[in-house]
Structures are given as structure tokens and as C-alpha cells.
């Protein structure tokens, strides 16, 4: 079992930004398929930025050169950095690990970007 604890999400100007952390219960050394997500009012959960097998990484296009995934094995920590923040950037980030076969999600962040 791992739990995960988000944190630094808060409000934000556009254009600003951010990091978030998501701080695992045990060691991160050996999951290799961890990463964060999102969820706006009214919309669905979707991928933000993850690592998947081998160390890769994969974001969504909106993401794409404004956003980097990275960890801290040795603080049991995934980072999520956020540049040149969007009114749309606006949602609950989620973080989520991929551990024995079990999926586990974190209870959230809230990320509020003004306009």
C-alpha cells in the first residue's frame, strides 16, 4: 500500500508559477508508473503529466513546455512544476501511483489560476 499527500496548490496569476508536491508513504524507488492528474468542475479526470515505464515521461499536449514532472527518490516525492500558468490550468491536481497492480490516488490539490 502507498498513501499520497498532495500539496502547494493555492491561487495563482496567470502566468505565474507553481509547484506541486505529492509525498508518498514508503519509498517511490521501484513504482515506476507515478504521476499527476487533474479534474475541473464539470470535466473528467485527465492526465497532467506522469512517468511511465523505463523513466519515461508523457504530458498532455496542453502541458507540453510549461510543465515538469520530477522526483526525489530519496524523499519519496513527485514535483510537478507549472510555468506560465492558464485561467484553464485551473482545477483539483491529483497525484497517483501505480503500485503491486493497485491504483492509488491522493485527495487533491486545489490550483486556482486568475485571470
Known amino acids: 500500500q502507498v498513501r499520497l499527500v498532495e500539496s502547494g496548490g493555492g491561487l495563482v496569476q496567470a502566468g505565474g508559477s507553481l509547484r506541486l508536491s505529492c509525498a508518498a508513504s514508503?519509498?517511490?524507488?521501484?513504482?515506476?508508473?507515478m504521476g499527476w492528474y487533474r479534474q475541473a468542475p464539470g470535466k473528467q479526470r485527465e492526465l497532467v503529466a506522469a512517468?511511465?515505464?523505463?523513466?519515461?515521461?508523457n504530458y498532455a499536449d496542453s502541458m507540453k513546455g510549461r510543465c515538469t514532472i520530477s522526483r526525489d527518490n530519496a524523499k519519496n516525492t513527485v514535483y510537478l512544476q507549472i510555468n506560465s500558468s492558464k485561467p484553464e490550468d485551473t482545477a483539483v491536481y491529483y497525484c497517483?501511483?501505480?503500485?503491486?497492480?493497485?491504483?492509488?490516488w491522493g485527495q487533491g490539490t486545489q490550483v486556482t489560476v486568475s485571470s
Open positions: 514508503r519509498s517511490i524507488f521501484s513504482i515506476n508508473h
Open positions: 497517483r501511483a501505480l503500485c503491486d497492480g493497485r491504483l492509488y
Open positions: 512517468f511511465t515505464s523505463g523513466g519515461s515521461t
